[in-house]
Each structure stands twice: as structure tokens, then as C-alpha cells.
């Protein structure tokens, strides 16, 4: 390693809250060496942000830079005035937001947008700005023709408002470019091919990177280095093979245990951290002592700095030379042998159109699928796929062109509000996004009592108090508004509201997918233990064939309103794949996975045709004309997984390598053991 | 495998009097400037009448005309009358009618705009035409028209007085309540409620009116504040309240002609509502912030 491009030397930050300020950042250091990518990880409010931003100079009146510098090109960051930062900026130093959507001015043309940042950094020539806007467009592998450079951010797919700003992050050829969780507003395929890009630009610019993310499996597709971030401080930072295979630090391990793996058959939970991050009540000596199974004394009274561990690694805790045997693997949790025999739900033949006339569009084609009692059935696909539509019809939120819904066997009127009460009170929804599913104006108690007094005609304390129980909080939260709740807790509540009505069927749309690694492990651990303990049947609605994989008994692959495969969780995580269910194994990012070649990966090239196969166009394995002309056959097993393709089942094995490529991981595994 | 248990931080408690002092410390500055300034003016509105100097109607108090004296802090008008004393006498009338006919208006408005919002479909859209066609009409006439429909013998009654105001400012209300209720109505909470088979008016009640309260409190106090103009524009063109009544709008119509003579006359009675407005406007934007909890009272 040379000289580093950026180097943090005991960086601290505090926000500014009520009368006083409280430190978000604590004494943290680092630094990227030319061509390196670093990976900064951690749960969300753990800082990375905030560092990521100090990166840029950027500072607001809210918050203070308590100490340190920031080294690049021979000076420090932090001493910089608005003018000298403002050429360093965009120039020698770029950044790349989360959500392209909002980073876009919607108003710009994008080729405008691009051509402000070179003609802000000195580039007078006209020309010359869109010949390098085209040769950028083609670097970040979109389509470098003048009239893309005319498209205005709306009409661009969310990957490619993506590719607009990285290729607006390199325009002037930075130094180093700040990436902060690049990816994680995009569905996972179009994130695949977003971390392929920047690997590849990577390799070929030999730039510096800060790769800010929340999702470690992600980092270690991309990352040299890691570090990773807990209350604020650096706790550990590590080579990323070494830290998967070796962490240190007891909370990088309780991370890594956290993810859920997608090779993982067993179906048993993630190993979820202890406890929550208290921060009204963080130790002085190390923050995480307190959820920390190895904690002594001193870990609570002393402050441990950063040192080095052997080779390239840093920690920061005073016991990890002790505890370098690997904890015990997964826990384990006994399924009951559930017979679904018995049919709750029944969806029979349902087609849903939005619009109409000539703006009529097709969300859901003609779908079947049945939920036994008790049973938990995954729908799986990507955004767009029509996952939430069938739940929304479901509930009634929707009523369905076509086809009809049945409940035990009676069938459901189409709205909710035709729906009798106990219909209502039978099947109950838990929304993706925590934020928004709890009135902010009411406390908990009240969210939670209103279903009981609704339904059943009266409620009481106790009744609230039980069901806070139930998704394992205790009673003082009864007394809480949501907003004095983290994302996890508030999603414990919206869980607990719907189980207070005491549903046969919860309606589950994504409702992990906006929270932190281990709070997620946490919600799946609670979820798996109703599903045994209550008999609750479940639409488990993910992206997340890994979370799918460790608690669904059957999974639906849905493609554009169209159901792809649907079969028992273990022949869906075993060849035959359709060809869909099989790019969707592919692009999950896994900790150590090498990247997937992915031969023939299609962008959209045109809508399906009502009369072929949904898939036709973007299909990797695709045979001719006849998948956009026909629709294809169901294609059964004799154990009875259901395929909808033109392949025959010989033909869909014989193609499939997905397991295979994740082979290496197995053996990392075994290492980690 | 056992799920552990999470246990809540420690509450902040608003429940201990000793606490008392401590919150009010906690709450927004406007609020304390705000609720002060309404304080006193509660206090002349109730204790006025006792105390003030002279009659409201008593002539000859003084010279006609002549400026801010220590017996006169705010002038003599025309008729001899003490500004000072009219002024005292007037803000249980200025307070009583502007306020209820203000909160009147609220009520009205705000139900219909949150339904009108939640609901949607034809019942929205009938409602909004028929309420734009209402604000089209410049408010003076309206409320003119109103009046006139109501019939002479009603005329200057208080009671006409707060439902015309109300009639002005309802419309207003609710199209600033049914923008708000159309941006909330989206929400997954509201959308519990409907799945759960709430009724349109208990999803108003329970989700979207303690969301829209910061807004609509913004509103009333605005609203509040124009109200005496209003009533007393009224009165000036003889459809409101009658002379010799010590309206606070009304007295500075009255003399308005002599502002160039004695402005005291004008500015006594226009510091009172501008320092009621101004009251009203600090406190409810103070009280919108604690209620919208991005102010949070409460004692560690």
C-alpha cells in the first residue's frame, strides 16, 4: 500500500439535540489507500453517514466536528473554507447518493445535468462537455447516443437514475468517490448488476472508494477492507475475507451470524444479536458491552482503542484474544409437523387491471394458489412483480377484475368495506415500512387497543399488555409514541396490532426489508416462533429468497403478474428452476460468493405479449418465437413443484448451476466451524 | 430458541407537579410569549367592565379630540367618549365573537374537509366545486349576502354575527383540511383502519384530525386574528354590530377619519388586535409543536 488517498484521524461528531449536542461519531480512524475499497458497516444511526458526509466537507449548522482531520491531497478537509471545498468537490472528490430519484433534479434534462458538473469544474468547451457526458454514459454502460442525453430522470428505470449519478460521481475523474448505500433502494437484480458495474469500473479506473452500506454481504462482493461501525466508534476493521471467516470483534460476529444465508437448508433462524443498541444508556467503556456475551468489567469501565490484531486487522476490545473460538452455529427451533391438508385461503383464477380503456394494464394474470391452515406461503419477485397487488386483493384493498377469493371456503367480497367483520377481523396486514404504519399521534397503547375494542367490543390493559408480550416487549412501551421507537420495536408493534385481532391468515408485504440485518434476524426469529406456536397461516411477501428460504413451507416466484414456479421450499431451492427463479438465486449477494458470470443477462427489451410467456424477452435460457407467441405449460414433478415454461424438466435441470456456484461459500462455512 | 424480551427506556414523566416548572421551561418560547400576551387579554375581557375609568358610552369624558393624557391613555373621541375605557369594554366582545365564530368555522371546516379528503369520489368532488363557488365570492359580500338573507330584524345580533363568520371562513378551512387529509389518507395507519372496517368518520376522527392538527391550529389562529376586521368592517358598513358598541374593529372605523387629528384613537384599539393576533399566532404555533412532538415535554 502507498501513501493513502484519504486519511481520518480521530474524527468526532456530534448532533446537536435539544439544548446540547450528542457525539454520533467517536474518535474514528481510518484510511483508503489508492485503488482500495473500503466497506464502512453497521446499523443504521451507527454514524456511517455522517462520516461519509464529513468526507465531502459537508457541514450543517446542526452538527459540530468535535476533533480530528481529514488528510487528502497534502491538506485537511476540515480546515478547508466553502470556496476551496467547493473545487475540491465534484472534482477530486465525489459522491453517490442513496436514492437516485431525489439526487436527480427531475426538472433536467440528465445530459444537462452531467454537463453542469463539468462546466462548474472548468471544462469551457461545449463540445467537449458532451463528448465526455457520451463517453461517461458509455463507461457506466448506458446507451452514449445524443438523444439519451435529452431524457429527463422520469423516464429512466431506477438502475439507470443510478448509473446517471455515478457516472455524474466520475465525470471530473476523482481521486475518491463516496458511496453512500448506492444500491439499497433497488430490486435485487438491478442491484447486482449495479455492484457488477462498480466492480468493473473499479478495475478499470483504479479508483478509491468509500462504500457505505448497512448490508455485509454486499461488501464482501466489493471490498478490500472493512470497517466496522457500532454507536459511533470503529470497532473493528479487517482484509473482508478475513473478517468473514474471522471476525473478531463480538459484535462483527453477532452480524455475520445475523444474515441470513441462502445455502442454508436447515430452515432454522439466523443467530440474532442480543438486545438492542440503548444509546440513553451506552457504558464508558466499550458500547457494546452491554449485549456482549464475553463482557468482563473492564469492558464496561475502559475504553478500548483500536489495535492492531495480527496482519491487517484492528479491534477495539479487550477480550478477543479469549473468545476466538467460534461460537456455536445456528440456533435450533423444532417445527412442528404442520399438515396443511386443510385449505384456509383459496385464490382462484384472479386477474387484477389497473386502469382502464387504453391505459389498462395487467397487474395479476390469472392466478391460482392456495394457503393451508397454519401454512406460510412465499410470494417472491421483483418489484413490479405483482407481490403486493395479490396481497392488497387479498385484503381487499383491491377488488380483482376477474376470478374470486375464498376464506375457509366462503368467498370474499371483492372491497373490504363489503366484507362482513369477521372476515375483517380474519385475516390481518402488516405493512413493509414501520414509519408509516403507526399513527404518530397515538400512543401504543391506544394503536393496540382500538382492533381489541373494534372486534371484540372491549379491551383493557391487560389485553395490550399480553399482546406487547407476545412480540417480546415489555410493558413500558405501552405508554410510548412511535416516534420515541426504533424501526424494529415500531415493527414489533404493527405485528402485534395484527395478531391482537387473533387473524387465521397475516398478510406479511416486505416487512423486513426496511430494517437492519439484526433486527431482521430478531422479527424472523418472532415470526417463526408465532407461525409454530399460534398456527398463524402467513403471505410472507420478500425479495429476500434467503429470509424466504428460512421460513416459508411454500414458495410462489411471481414475473410480471405472472406465477413462474410455485412448489414446497426445498424443490424452489433445488434444480428444476424456472429460468426467472434461477436468475433471482443467482443475483443474491452472499458473503464470499465470487461474482456469478451471468451469460446472456437481458435488460426488458419489450412488454410481453398477453399471449406468450411473461418472461420472453428477459429470459436467459429462452428457445425462440414460441415463448412470445404461446403461453407456456405447466410443467409438473411428481412431488409436485409446478413450472410454467417452454423447457421440459430434463432440460430446466440439466441448465441449472445455481448451487454450484455458491460451493466455495460451503466450504467457508465448514472454516467457520 | 428464546426471543429476548426488549424493555423501554425510561419513560419521561409529564405526570409529578414539582414538574410542573420544568416543563414549562421545555416548551417553545412562542408558546410562553403567546399564552402571556392571551393571558392578559382573557384577564381584561372578564375583569374590564369592572375597573375601567368610565363608561363605554359616557361622553364627555374629556376634551373631544385630545391626544394620550394619564387620564386618557388612549385619547378622546369625537363624542367626548375615553378610547381607554371603550377598548377594556370591547375585548370580551372582539374575543368572544372573533374567537367562537373563528372556532365555528374550524369545526365546519375541517370535518367536511378531512371526510371530503378520506372519501373522495363524487362526494369530494361536489363538495369541493360547491366550496369553491363559495370562496369565489369576495368574502364582504358574502357575508353581506348572508345578512341580508337572514332579514333585517337579525341584523347586529352577536348570534348572526358568529355564524357569518363562520359561513366566510368554513370554506377556507376545509380545502386547507382536505389537502391535508388527501396526503394523510395514503398512510399504511390509515389503511389499517380502513381494513380493520372503520367507519369513514371514526378513520376523521381517530387517524387523520391529530395529524392535521398543527395545520389546522395555524389556520384557526390566522383566521382568528382577521376575524375582529372582519366583524368590524361589518359594523362600518352598518350590517354588524351597532354603535355605541366598543368593538375594537368598529371603533377604528369610527375614527379613522381623525387619524391625522389624534392617531391615538386608531392605534389604541389597533395595538390591542394586532398584540391579540400576534398572541394568538405564537400560541398556536408554540402548541402545534408540542402537540406534533417535535418539541417533547417531559422530565428524565
Request: with cysteine; charged share 20%; proline share 6%.
Amino acid at each position: 500500500m502507498g501513501a493513502p488517498v484519504i486519511a481520518v484521524e480521530g474524527l468526532s461528531v456530534s448532533y446537536r439535540q435539544g439544548a446540547g449536542f450528542s457525539r454520533v461519531v467517536d474518535d474514528v480512524s481510518f484510511s483508503v489507500a489508492p485503488g482500495e475499497v473500503f466497506g464502512l458497516v453497521g446499523e443504521s444511526g451507527c454514524g456511517k453517514s455522517t462520516i461519509a458526509l464529513q468526507l465531502l466537507g459537508y457541514r450543517s449548522p446542526a452538527m459540530r466536528t468535535d476533533a480530528g482531520s481529514i488528510a487528502f491531497d497534502g491538506g485537511d478537509l476540515l480546515a478547508l473554507d466553502r470556496v476551496e471545498l467547493d473545487r475540491i468537490r465534484g472534482a477530486r472528490i465525489a459522491f453517490v447518493p442513496q436514492n437516485p430519484t431525489t439526487a436527480l433534479n427531475p426538472g433536467i434534462r440528465v445530459g444537462a445535468q452531467i454537463d453542469e458538473i463539468l462546466a462548474a469544474h472548468g471544462q469551457v468547451d461545449p463540445d467537449k462537455r458532451v463528448a465526455r457526458t457520451l463517453e461517461l454514459f458509455g463507461l457506466v454502460g448506458l446507451p452514449s447516443r445524443p438523444d439519451f442525453l435529452r431524457r429527463y430522470p422520469h423516464q429512466l428505470s431506477g438502475g439507470q437514475q443510478q448509473r446517471v449519478c455515478i457516472a455524474m460521481a466520475l465525470a471530473c475523474d476523482p481521486a475518491f468517490v463516496v458511496l453512500d448505500e448506492p444500491t439499497t433502494g433497488l430490486d435485487v437484480t438491478t442491484q447486482e448488476q449495479i455492484v457488477a458495474l462498480l466492480i468493473d469500473l473499479r478495475a478499470r479506473l483504479k479508483m478509491s472508494m468509500l462504500y457505505v452500506t448497512h448490508d455485509l454481504g454486499l461488501l464482501s462482493q466489493i471490498a478490500d477492507r472493512v470497517g466496522v461501525m457500532y454507536a459511533g466508534r470503529m470497532v473493528e476493521i479487517a482484509p473482508t475475507a478475513e473478517l468473514f471467516t474471522d471476525p473478531k470483534h463480538p459484535y462483527t460476529r453477532g452480524l455475520i451470524g445475523s444474515i441470513p444465508r441462502i445455502e442454508d437448508e436447515s430452515g432454522l433462524p439466523a443467530r440474532p444479536l442480543r438486545g438492542l443498541l440503548q444509546r440513553h444508556n451506552l457504558p464508558k467503556g466499550c458500547p457494546f458491552a452491554p449485549r456482549c456475551d464475553w463482557a468482563e468489567t473492564v469492558c464496561f469501565e475502559e475504553r478500548q482503542e483500536l489495535a492492531t490484531a495480527g496482519g491487517a486487522r484492528e479491534v477495539a476490545c479487550w477480550r478477543w484474544p479469549d473468545i476466538s473460538v467460534p461460537d456455536d452455529a445456528r440456533a435450533v427451533v423444532e417445527s412442528p409437523e404442520l399438515d396443511y391438508a386443510e385449505r384456509l385461503l383459496a385464490i382462484d383464477n384472479v386477474s387484477v387491471i389497473y386502469g382502464s380503456g387504453q391505459n389498462a394494464f395487467l397487474a395479476l394474470r390469472d392466478i391460482s394458489l392456495d394457503i393451508g391452515k397454519g401454512e406460510t406461503v412465499a410470494l417472491v419477485g421483483e418489484s413490479g412483480s405483482g407481490k403486493s397487488t395479490l396481497a392488497r386483493a387479498v385484503a381487499g384493498l383491491l377488488a380483482p377484475a376477474a376470478g374470486e377469493i375464498r376464506l375457509s371456503g366462503k368467498r370474499l367480497a371483492g372491497i373490504v368495506k363489503d366484507r362482513a367483520p369477521e372476515e375483517r377481523r380474519l385475516i390481518q396486514f402488516v405493512f413493509q415500512n414501520p414509519d408509516a404504519s403507526l399513527n404518530p399521534r397515538a400512543r401504543i397503547e391506544k394503536a393496540l387497543a382500538r382492533p381489541l375494542q373494534f372486534f371484540f367490543g372491549k379491551s383493557s390493559a391487560e389485553d395490550v399488555m399480553a399482546a406487547l408480550a407476545d412480540v417480546r416487549l415489555d410493558d413500558k412501551y405501552s405508554a410510548r409514541f412511535p416516534d420515541e421507537l426504533s424501526g424494529g420495536e415500531r415493527q414489533r408493534v404493527a405485528i402485534a396490532r395484527g395478531l391482537i385481532a387473533e387473524p387465521t391468515l397475516l398478510l406479511c408485504d416486505e416487512i423486513l426489508s426496511a430494517l437492519d440485518v439484526s433486527v431482521q434476524a430478531n422479527i424472523l426469529a418472532l415470526l417463526q416462533r408465532l407461525k409454530s406456536e399460534r398456527g398463524i397461516a402467513m403471505l410472507f411477501i420478500s425479495h429476500d429468497l434467503a429470509v424466504v428460504r428460512m421460513l416459508a413451507d411454500r414458495v410462489c416466484v411471481l414475473f410480471r403478474g405472472d406465477i413462474m414456479e410455485i412448489g414446497r421450499r426445498d424443490q424452489i431451492f433445488a434444480a428444476p428452476f424456472h429460468p426467472y427463479t434461477h436468475s433471482l438465486l443467482e443475483a443474491v449477494p452472499t458473503p464470499l460468493k465470487p461474482h456469478p458470470r451471468r451469460e446472456g443477462v437481458r435488460e426488458m427489451t419489450a412488454a410481453p405479449s398477453a399471449a406468450g410467456c411473461a418472461y420472453a424477452g428477459r429470459c436467459a435460457w429462452q428457445i425462440g418465437d414460441i415463448c412470445e407467441t404461446e403461453r407456456p405449460p405447466w410443467r409438473e414433478t411428481e412431488e409436485g413443484l409446478r413450472i410454467r415454461c417452454h423447457h421440459t424438466l430434463e432440460e430446466l435441470s440439466r441448465r441449472a448451476t445455481w448451487p454450484n456456484a455458491a460451493s466455495i461459500n460451503a466450504e467457508d462455512q465448514k472454516a467457520l466451524q | 430458541m428464546s426471543i429476548e424480551t426488549l424493555s423501554a427506556p425510561p419513560a419521561r414523566s409529564t405526570r409529578s407537579l414539582s414538574s410542573l416548572f420544568v416543563l414549562w421551561r421545555q416548551t417553545p418560547l412562542s408558546f410562553r410569549i403567546g399564552l402571556i400576551i392571551l393571558l392578559i387579554h382573557f384577564v381584561l375581557a372578564a375583569t374590564g367592565p369592572f375597573w375601567a375609568p368610565y363608561g363605554y358610552s359616557q361622553m364627555g369624558t374629556g376634551r373631544p379630540l385630545s391626544g394620550m393624557s394619564w387620564a386618557h391613555p388612549f385619547g378622546v373621541d369625537q363624542l367626548g367618549r375615553d378610547i381607554f375605557s371603550r377598548v377594556v369594554y370591547g375585548a370580551h366582545i372582539v374575543i368572544l365573537l372573533s374567537l367562537s365564530g373563528t372556532l365555528l368555522g374550524l369545526v365546519v371546516g375541517a370535518v367536511l374537509g378531512l371526510l371530503s379528503g378520506y372519501v373522495g369520489g363524487w362526494f369530494d368532488e361536489i363538495l369541493q366545486r360547491f366550496l369553491e363557488a363559495l370562496i369565489s365570492i369576495p368574502f364582504l359580500v358574502l357575508a353581506l349576502i348572508a345578512i341580508a338573507a337572514a332579514g333585517p330584524e337579525l341584523s347586529g345580533n352577536p348570534v348572526l354575527i358568529v355564524l357569518v363568520v363562520a359561513l366566510v371562513y368554513a370554506p377556507r378551512i376545509a380545502r386547507m383540511a382536505r389537502s391535508v387529509a388527501v396526503d394523510i389518507a395514503t398512510r399504511d395507519y390509515v389503511t389499517v383502519a380502513r381494513l380493520r372496517g372503520e367507519s369513514a368518520w371514526s378513520v376523521m376522527r381517530r387517524e387523520l384530525l391529530p395529524n392535521a392538527t398543527s395545520v389546522l391550529l395555524v389556520e384557526f389562529a390566522l383566521r382568528a386574528g382577521y376575524a375582529p376586521v372582519l366583524i368590524g368592517s361589518l359594523g362600518f358598513l352598518g350590517f354588524g354590530l351597532r354603535p355605541p358598541t366598543p368593538e375594537w374593529g368598529l371603533m377604528i372605523s369610527e375614527n379613522r377619519a381623525l387619524i391625522m387629528v389624534t392617531p391615538i384613537t386608531v392605534l389604541g384599539p389597533g395595538l390591542m388586535l394586532a398584540s391579540l393576533v400576534v398572541g394568538l399566532n405564537l400560541f398556536t404555533e408554540g402548541l402545534a409543536r408540542i402537540l406534533g412532538r417535535t418539541v417533547k415535554l417531559g422530565v428524565q
